[in-house]
């Protein structure tokens, strides 16, 4: 009974994703027929284009950062807490610590670690202003960590220009002073016969996603960030202090928000420039709800959007707009709202039958039908 329970939590878990990418994959396809391309022929371009060895070794690029950026985000979902800020938090944090990291010089492992602590403790800050306002003034956090992320765009610009700037040799780019090679992460070869290799700290996301899992599900603060996520009345009757977690929830999840642009930072970049990738953070969002804030969930999550993001190049080559991946997650993000809606639903209806059934089981004196009393 307990295994064919467990399973069908498993097909429930399972169900909305997967109709949330075939709905999109329906209406993508609508759209297309509407645009007048083959909905095949874009499905078999981009899956054409993720056959080869560079092209793979991108999508895991991508997906690195995807993860962890899913994974900041994910630590607020289980409390309830929407980072909205992920994206102006690494992106502030990469400034610094490629500021950092270009200035200092410092045997190869000490470097690595003094940058990767910067951007540590540089999106925890940022995001823990947020949290103080959460708990001292009742801001939403939705709404400060928006402002955030325009006022670290600001601050990062100004720093940029007017503090940091340095030429980049061959372009009118400008950028950060570049980080020696005591602080870079050399690349590893995982995709045989690739021309570019994959992220170095590429371990770094496995890492999170560990850690992310023994901190849910193996410590008393897990327990306690879920249990007041589920209801704040009831851990602060259990003694939870609410505000504490609030505000740990936040620098936690800011902590690793400042990791989102360290495989880029000190695997290819090595500077922070006008060009440094932007955006991460919201698409970190859109994959820790396709993941349902799962580590497992959100790996498969972030390589579908970097298989979608590294393969969508090759549609321009057949005429087909590229733009069609863009509505192809969104509706993505759109139906999986939609699915888990449709499948907690299912759920509590198929709860209800049951647990009908086993009182119908019962006799009006309390005991099973057909047992004598």
């Known amino acids: 009974m307990a295994a064919r329970f467990d399973l069908r939590r498993l097909s429930l878990a399972l169900a909305a994703p997967l109709l949330a990418i075939l709905f999109a994959a329906i209406l993508t396809s609508i759209v297309l027929l509407i645009a ?7 499905l078999t371009t981009l899956i054409d284009a993720a056959k080869r060895p560079r092209i793979q070794v991108q999508i895991l690029n991508l997906a690195t950062l995807y993860y962890l950026s899913a994974i900041a985000v994910a630590i607020g979902f289980r409390m309830n807490l929407f980072n909205i800020g992920v994206d102006g938090q690494y ?17 190869a492992p000490l470097h690595v670690t003094v940058v990767l602590l910067t951007a540590i403790t540089v999106g925890a800050a940022w995001a823990g202003i947020a949290g103080l306002l959460k708990v001292t003034r009742g801001v939403s956090e939705v709404i400060s960590t928006i402002m955030l992320n325009a006022i670290a ?43 570019n290799q994959v992220f170095g700290l590429i371990f770094l996301a496995v890492i999170a996603g560990i850690g992310y899992s023994v901190l849910l599900n193996r410590t008393r603060f897990g327990f306690d960030l879920r249990a007041t996520g589920r209801s704040e009345s009831a ?74 993001d590294a393969s969508s190049v090759a549609l321009d080559l057949e005429g087909i707009s590229k733009e069609i991946v ?39 004196s309390g005991e099973p039908e057909g047992v004598p009393a």
Not at 295 to 306: C, E, K, S, T, V
């Open 91 to 107: 992106r502030l944090a990469a400034l610094l610590a490629a500021e950092v990291g270009g200035v200092i010089s410092l045997p």
């Open 36 to 42: 007048g391309d083959s909905p095949n022929a874009a």
């Open 326 to 364: 863009v509505i192809m997650q969104g509706t993505i993000v759109l139906c999986v709202v939609i699915a888990y809606e449709l499948v907690r639903r299912y759920a509590i209806a198929q709860e209800q039958r049951r647990v009908s059934r086993d009182l119908s089981a019962i006799s009006p």
């Open 235 to 308: 851990a602060v009757a259990s003694g939870v202090n609410v505000k504490r977690m609030v505000l740990i929830t936040m620098l936690l999840s800011g902590a690793v928000a400042g990791l989102v642009g360290m495989p880029q930072l000190l695997g290819a970049s090595y500077s922070y420039s006008l060009d440094f990738p932007t955006g991460i953070g919201f698409t970190g969002i859109a994959i820790a709800l396709l993941g349902r804030n799962n580590p497992i969930g959100i790996a498969f999550g972030a390589l579908l959007w970097g298989f979608l």
């Open 153 to 195: 765009t600001a601050l990062g610009a100004w720093l940029l220009t007017e503090h940091f700037a340095v030429a980049v040799a061959g372009s009118n780019n400008i950028g950060t002073k570049p980080i020696p090679a005591s602080g870079q992460v050399p690349g590893v070869s995982l995709i045989p016969d690739a021309p």
